[in-house]
């Protein structure tokens, strides 16, 4: 799936993205290892990647309906479709862009209720570091970055908590 690289007590993974079909065929492997109540937290600039990375942890999920980003929405669910070798289940797509870093941040996450959504479904959020993980006693983190002029991308995550 990637390089290891440790870092501390835990492992990082790191894979280099040189074409979109690229980050989605990692987000369906990382989906392999999704369950209900997982929380995916996604880092990286405009363009780094974040829901074609979501596009391909949807196919792995088997979820139904087209990812998109849900920048005006803020919030979109999936319903689980069928899921080949696992377990069914759902997934909330978050863009957490909109919701700031002010102080009602955390009272605009909170109304989304997504610590419910988490008991029926895989929650992923972009834009969510320093926000959204408290919502979970782990997360798995997601880092997304693109080469200067360059298309190529850049993954790097493990399992946080």
């Given at each position: 799936?990637?390089?290891?690289?440790?870092?501390?007590?835990?492992?990082?993974?790191?894979?280099?993205?040189?074409?979109?079909?690229?980050?989605?065929?990692?987000?369906?492997?990382?989906?392999?290892?999704?369950?209900?109540?997982?929380?995916?937290?996604?880092?990286?600039?405009?363009?780094?990647?974040?829901?074609?990375?979501?596009?391909?942890?949807?196919?792995?999920?088997?979820?139904?309906?087209?990812v998109t980003?849900?920048?005006?929405?803020?919030?979109?669910?999936?319903?689980?479709?069928?899921?080949?070798?696992?377990?069914?289940?759902?997934?909330?797509?978050?863009?957490?862009y909109r919701?700031?870093?002010?102080?009602?941040?955390?009272?605009?996450?909170?109304?989304?209720?997504?610590?419910?959504?988490?008991?029926?479904?895989?929650?992923?959020?972009?834009?969510?570091?320093?926000?959204?993980?408290?919502?979970?006693?782990?997360?798995?983190?997601?880092?997304?970055?693109?080469?200067?002029?360059?298309?190529?991308?850049?993954?790097?995550?493990?399992?946080?908590?």
């Amino acid at each position: 799936m990637g390089d290891d690289r440790s870092t501390g007590t835990r492992t990082e993974q790191y894979a280099e993205l040189p074409t979109v079909e690229d980050t989605e065929a990692l987000g369906s492997r990382l989906a392999r290892e999704l369950h209900a109540g997982d929380l995916v937290v996604l880092d990286g600039p405009l363009g780094a990647g974040k829901t074609a990375l979501t596009r391909g942890i949807a196919a792995g999920l088997g979820v139904q309906g087209r990812v998109t980003s849900p920048t005006f929405v803020i919030a979109r669910e999936h319903r689980p479709g069928d899921r080949a070798g696992g377990e069914p289940v759902g997934m909330i797509h978050v863009d957490a862009y909109r919701l700031g870093d002010g102080p009602n941040a955390l009272d605009e996450l909170d109304a989304l209720d997504l610590d419910t959504d988490l008991t029926a479904a895989v929650v992923v959020v972009e834009w969510g570091e320093g926000l959204v993980e408290t919502l979970t006693e782990r997360h798995l983190r997601v880092r997304l970055r693109r080469e200067p002029d360059s298309d190529v991308r850049t993954a790097t995550w493990s399992w946080v908590g």
